[in-house]
Nanobody, 128 residues
């Protein structure tokens, strides 16, 4: 079973940038579809982005498209989320996730029920 640990969160001013990382343990990372989700206080956890096991395909939520970019380095077993032009509305705890039940799957799921492994989250706060 893969384990996930996020890092890179923090406090940033509006318009700034952050890069989140998610380090995965275990040998299966390179076969797994990965995703980023976020949860603001009092709100449901929402989809941010997903990337295929190969890294060739990715999908971003409309709310972050053009500002955030998901990527991965399978040699380092690490997932990334580059966040640019941050807005106060991006303030949330960001979670890394994996679909470890279906290695080498096709498609990029955008719902949290499709992912069964989660990190502990990292806080991102954007001040206005």
């Amino acid at each position: 079973q893969v384990q996930l640990v996020e890092s890179g969160g923090g406090l940033v001013q509006a318009g700034g940038s952050l890069r989140l990382s998610c380090a995965a343990s275990g040998r299966t990372f390179s076969s797994l579809t990965m995703g980023w989700f976020r949860q603001a206080p009092g709100k449901e956890r929402e989809f941010v982005a997903a990337i295929s096991w190969s890294g060739r395909n990715s999908y971003h939520a409309d709310s972050v498209k053009g500002r955030f970019t998901i990527s991965r380095d399978n040699a380092k077993s690490t997932l990334y989320l580059q966040m640019n032009s941050l807005e106060p509305e991006d303030t949330a705890v960001y979670y890394c996730s994996a679909d470890s039940r279906r290695p080498y799957r096709t498609g990029l799921p955008g719902v949290k029920s499709e992912y069964n492994t989660w990190g502990q989250g990292t806080q991102v706060t954007v001040s206005s």
